[in-house]
């Protein structure tokens, strides 16, 4: 005959067993949570609301905050469940669960703080580039080599017959010496939303 014993739950150790005192645990985590739960609500409220705050740092602030709010409630309203009714077990698959949902979670928020913190750089610097090509061709459309271009293009649509091209082979063609100066303007690319 074997002894084969099933482990079907686990027994949470609390921070007391005075019963006075896990009932004071569990309604400071109680509140804790809410104020947690709630601020977190507040944030994601006022990013969706407010139309200045739809830059992609906000849009990533929100998520943060809802993965937050998802992550804060897996555990603690077991922990001051279980303080409140002051029974201290959990089962297997419960645990596994929440196991789970927290290393999800966890995995989500770092993502998120991940793209946070490279986010400023490659705004900066997409930015930078937008602000300086835009720059630099509008000033390449203001030069004589762009204009000269065009003018030969025009020319060359004007004049399709090839008939005047044989008679004529070197009059449309005018020498010219051009000289071309391009200067791109410094720009300070900054990141974030504008005050």
């Known amino acids: 005959m074997h002894n084969i014993t099933a ?5 949470l150790m609390g921070f007391s067993d005075i019963h006075e005192l896990q009932t004071l645990c569990g309604v400071l985590f109680l509140v804790m949570y809410m104020v947690a739960l709630v601020s977190n609500l507040v944030i994601i409220t006022l990013i969706s609301l407010d139309l200045q705050l739809q830059t992609p740092m906000y849009f990533f602030l929100k998520n943060l905050s809802l993965l937050d709010v998802f992550f804060v409630s897996v555990p603690i309203p077991k922990f001051f469940v279980s303080n409140l009714t ?3 077990s959990i089962s ?3 645990c596994a669960f929440q196991v789970f949902l927290m290393t999800s979670f966890a995995a989500g928020e770092v993502f998120i ?5 490279f986010l400023p750089g490659y705004l900066a610097y997409t930015s930078c580039l937008a602000t300086d090509q835009s720059a630099f061709f509008k000033q390449v459309q203001e030069t004589n080599v762009y204009k000269t271009i ?15 091209m044989v008679s004529r082979p070197y009059a449309s063609v005018e020498p ?5 100066t391009v200067e791109i303007p410094q720009t300070t690319a900054t990141a974030g939303p504008q005050a």
Request: hydrophobic fraction near 40%.
């Open 7 to 11: 482990i079907t739950e686990f027994i």
């Open 86 to 88: 002051h029974n201290n």
């Open 92 to 94: 297997i698959h419960g």
């Open 150 to 164: 065009l003018n030969n293009i025009d020319q060359v649509v004007e004049e399709p017959s090839v008939t005047n």
């Open 176 to 180: 010219s010496v051009v000289a071309v």
């Open 113 to 117: 703080l991940t793209d946070l913190y």
